[in-house]
Structure formats: C-alpha cells, structure tokens
Nanobody, 126 residues
Framework: QVQLVESGGGLVQTGDSLKLSCAVS????????MGWFRQAPGKERAFVAR????????YYADSVKGRFTISKDNTENTVYLQINSLKPEDTAVYYC???????????????????WGQGTQVTVSS
C-alpha cells in the first residue's frame, strides 16, 4: 500500500517562501511520476506541477512558472515543492499525487493519478 504524506504548509506573508514535502512509503518513489495539485477555497483542485520518474523532466501550470520548483529525491523517497514569492492567491490546500504512467495529454488531470496524500494547508496573508 502506497502512502503519501505532505508537510511544510503554514501561515506566511506575501513574498515569503515555503518548501513543501511529500514523503512516500510502501514503494520507491523512483517508479512514480509525481504531481502537486492545489485546491483553493470554493474552487476545484487544480494541477500545479509534475515531475517524471527520473526527476529530469518537470512541467508547471502557467500561473506558477518561475516561482514554483518541483524536485524529487529518490534516495529519500520524497518529493518537494519549493514555493517562492508567495501571493495571497496561492492560499490553498496542497496535495501530492503519484502515477505509474502519465502522458503529455493527461498529466494535468486528477484522474490520471492513483495515489493521493491528505494535503497540507498554505495560507498567505496580504
């Protein structure tokens, strides 16, 4: 059974930085494509970033390009999301997710991911 546990969220101010972590257990993270999604209050869960099995290829939502960085440490079995220059509109619950296979056409879709964490809250005050 694969489990994902996010951590690192909190209450921060505009312009601050945060590094979210997603610890994977039950299987090596090296066999999974990993993604981060977020769900703001009253909105649907939306794709944020994705990293492939080796960690060599990344994709980002247009709204976060240049501020967010996804990375993967296969030895630590952990995926990270570095968030810089935080804005109030980044306030959301952030979820990590895992998928064995993903395509260019489907990697932004929630249904493409098999395993999900419980989420970590990020709140950005203005």
């Amino acid at each position: 059974q694969v489990q994902l546990v996010e951590s690192g969220g909190g209450l921060v101010q505009t312009g601050d930085s945060l590094k979210l972590s997603c610890a994977v257990s039950g299987r090596t993270v090296a066999v999974y494509n990993m993604g981060w999604f977020r769900q703001a209050p009253g909105k649907e869960r939306a794709f944020v970033a994705r990293i492939n099995l080796s960690g060599g290829t990344t994709y980002y939502a247009d709204s976060v390009k240049g501020r967010f960085t996804i990375s993967k440490d296969n030895t630590e079995n952990t995926v990270y999301l570095q968030i810089n220059s935080l804005k109030p509109e980044d306030t959301a619950v952030y979820y990590c997710a895992a998928a064995r296979t993903l395509s260019i056409a489907t990697y932004k879709a929630m249904g493409s991911y098999t395993y999900w964490g419980q989420g970590t809250q990020v709140t950005v005050s203005s």
